[in-house]
């Protein structure tokens, strides 16, 4: 072999090695991806995960309305006020 052939070929079969790597790393981290996935999607489904997240909004609505629902009702309210601008539409004559 001449030496442009031979530089050629070994620049070549590097190039495959470089690329067969490449495969294999990328090819590692799609089933890393895609496992994490699917570990995620059940963990995130799983009733554990949903009565933990449930109790952390309840949590913090309890938080954000102290003494609310404690309150009572009042027993009496103030006279019923009639708005002047409201028309009472009549009752029809058949």
């Known amino acids: 072999m001449t030496g442009t052939k031979a530089f050629k070929n070994a620049s070549l079969n590097m ?3 470089i690329l067969d790597a490449l495969t294999i790393v990328t090819t590692i981290l799609v089933l890393g991806i895609l496992g994490g996935g699917f570990f ?3 963990y995130v489904k799983s009733p554990q995960f949903q009565e933990k997240i449930l109790n952390k909004i309840l ?3 309890k938080g954000l309305l102290p003494n609310v629902l404690n309150k009572e009702l009042p027993n009496m309210t103030g006279p019923s006020v009639l708005d002047k601008n409201v028309k009472i539409p009549a009752i ?3």
Request: proline residues 8%; positive net charge.
């Open 40 to 42: 995620t999607y059940k």
């Open 15 to 17: 190039i495959r090695k």
């Open 59 to 61: 949590g913090e609505v």
């Open 92 to 94: 029809p004559k058949l």
